[in-house]
């Protein structure tokens, strides 16, 4: 299963118009009817402030969300540690408290991340400057992570 954080989604949703590529979308949903794709909760809140529309197509298309369990949150937390964060001192340039959560429920629930977060081709010395892609290579997460783009470019659907 692929899990979304709200970029990705965000990003397909205003780069790839429901309008202008409909077998995208119709793909898209056959995905969340299949329960092949699904949301954090905090990355579906996050896409309900940030594109409502999209929340709606979303919610309309019936797509799984993924509580943060309890087991998410002690994930989410060592990941923090690991990071150096300490407290809600997060970086401006790094993840933030729901990108961990985000990463800790696709490694909890065994998912595969779509996140069209900033590669970081050099990583920071400092890891707490760590974006989703870097934190999720981290051998202690371990989370297999791809943007928008190359999960279309994977599929053997065309549109």
């Known amino acids: 299963m692929l899990a979304f954080d709200a ?24 995905q969340i009817g299949a329960v092949e794709f699904a949301i954090p909760d905090v990355a579906y809140d996050e896409v309900e402030h940030v594109a409502p529309d ?49 990463i800790a429920c696709a490694r909890v629930n065994a998912c595969h991340l779509v996140s069209n977060e900033g590669l970081q081709n050099d990583l920071p010395n400092i890891m707490a400057k760590y974006k989703i892609p870097a934190v999720c290579k981290h051998a202690s997460v371990s989370v297999p992570c791809q943007d928008f783009l190359q999960l279309i470019k994977s599929t053997t659907a065309t549109f």
């Open 7 to 30: 970029s990705a989604i965000i990003y397909g949703w205003d780069n790839y118009p429901i309008a202008k590529f409909p077998k995208l979308w119709e793909w898209m949903e056959h």
């Open 54 to 102: 999209c929340h709606a197509w979303l919610e309309a298309a019936g797509i799984s969300v993924i509580d943060s369990s309890d087991e998410s949150l002690q994930f989410a937390q060592a990941t923090k540690q690991l990071l150096g964060i300490v407290g809600d001192k997060y970086h401006p340039n790094g993840v933030g408290e729901n990108d961990l959560l985000i």
